[in-house]
T-cell receptor, first 113, second 118 residues
Framework: QQQVKQSPQSLIVQKGGISIINCAYE??????FPWYQQFPGKGPALLIA?????SEKKEGRFTISFNKSAKQFSLHIMDSQPGDSATYFC????????????FGTGTRLTIIP | DTGVSQDPRHKITKRGQNVTFRCDPI?????LYWYRQTLGQGPEFLTY????????KSRLLSDRFSAERPKGSFSTLEIQRTEQGDSAMYLC????????????????FGPGTRLLVL
């Protein structure tokens, strides 16, 4: 039972381009939506998170867009750099993040020169 | 400032053996989570503690798995009679639930323990 669906599975973007990763959730009780970045051999690290009372949140080159009615949210990475090459996971949680995280299946992002 | 640490980082064992992993959370974090991540998948929740109390266990956590957090500090995850299907990365995360606001900070993950069962 996959409660958070993530696409695409892999993504190749040219340096300087925009990387876009999409997620959709089913459980309307979810109210906290973080994105994590994971490099090989490392644990996931939080990039940016959003709550459903706002439609967009921006931190540096990273932006989350949130569509509550469609139950979808996406990560945009502007001016993508080779150092952004990693696996990205969306996640969702209930009770404003006070509970377990339910993760998507991940997107392997490769930034090419 | 030390993050979440896990030990060992790698473990190779034979099927049927018992293994134990340790997680040391960020100091003063009262919540501690265990997740399991298999190759090409996102982490899956196993269990979590608030202080020393184990508040939730996933159905993924069979009777062969047990977790403890004595004194509300470090935690251990033990797998008895390991099976090849237990091969995965075991991740620990910690966070702090603030009683005043009821808001939880970010879950910070450790580097994980990679288990290979032969």
């Amino acid at each position: 039972q996959q409660q958070v669906k993530q696409s695409p599975q892999s993504l190749i973007v040219q340096k300087g381009g925009i990387s876009i990763i999409n997620c959709a959730y089913e459980n309307t009780a979810f109210d906290y939506f973080p994105w994590y970045q994971q490099f090989p051999g490392k644990g996931p690290a939080l990039l940016i998170a959003i709550r459903p009372d706002v439609s967009e949140k921006k931190e540096g080159r990273f932006t989350i867009s949130f569509n509550k009615s469609a139950k979808q949210f996406s990560l945009h990475i502007m001016d993508s750099q080779p150092g952004d090459s990693a696996t990205y996971f969306c996640a969702a949680s209930k009770n404003f993040g006070n509970e377990k995280l339910t993760f998507g299946t991940g997107t392997r992002l490769t930034i090419i020169p | 400032d030390t993050g979440v640490s896990q030990d060992p980082r790698h473990k190779i064992t034979k099927r049927g053996q018992n293994v134990t992993f340790r997680c040391d959370p960020i100091s003063e974090h009262n919540r501690l989570y265990w997740y399991r991540q298999t190759l090409g998948q996102g982490p899956e929740f196993l269990t979590y503690f608030q202080n020393e109390a184990q508040l939730e266990k996933s159905r993924l956590l069979s009777d062969r798995f047990s977790a403890e957090r004595p004194k509300g500090s470090f935690s251990t995850l033990e797998i008895q009679r390991t099976e090849q299907g237990d091969s995965a990365m075991y991740l620990c995360a910690s966070s702090s639930l603030k009683r005043t606001s009821g808001r939880q900070e970010t879950q910070y993950f450790g580097p994980g323990t990679r288990l290979l069962v032969l």
